[in-house]
């Protein structure tokens, strides 16, 4: 795994639990901790660029995509 895996996952994790800490603290409600993720999603799913770069934003998106489907970032009631 190389030095950017690493970031990515770290930086994932930290958004993660931030968010539920958002959620558990009564800072942000579920209904706007998945807007957030939603529009994240959103933006890769409308980007431009190469064939490459498109690539990777499709990628991003179905991973925060099966983030929200899983719950991973808000304790579901």
């Keep these: ?12 994790t930290i958004c993660e639990a931030l968010l539920l800490a958002l959620n558990d603290h009564d800072i942000l409600p579920e209904k706007e901790i ?6 994240s999603a959103a933006s890769h799913q409308n980007a431009t660029g190469s064939e490459s770069e498109l690539q990777t934003h499709r990628a991003v998106a179905a991973l925060i995509n099966r983030i929200i489907d899983g719950g991973n970032s808000v304790r579901r009631q």
Excluded: T
């Excluded at 795994?1 to 994932?12: E, V």
């Excluded at 998945?34 to 529009?39: E, H, M, P, R, S």
């Design 1 to 12: 795994m190389s030095d950017q895996d690493y970031s990515g996952r770290a930086a994932l």
């Design 34 to 39: 998945v807007g957030v993720l939603q529009d």
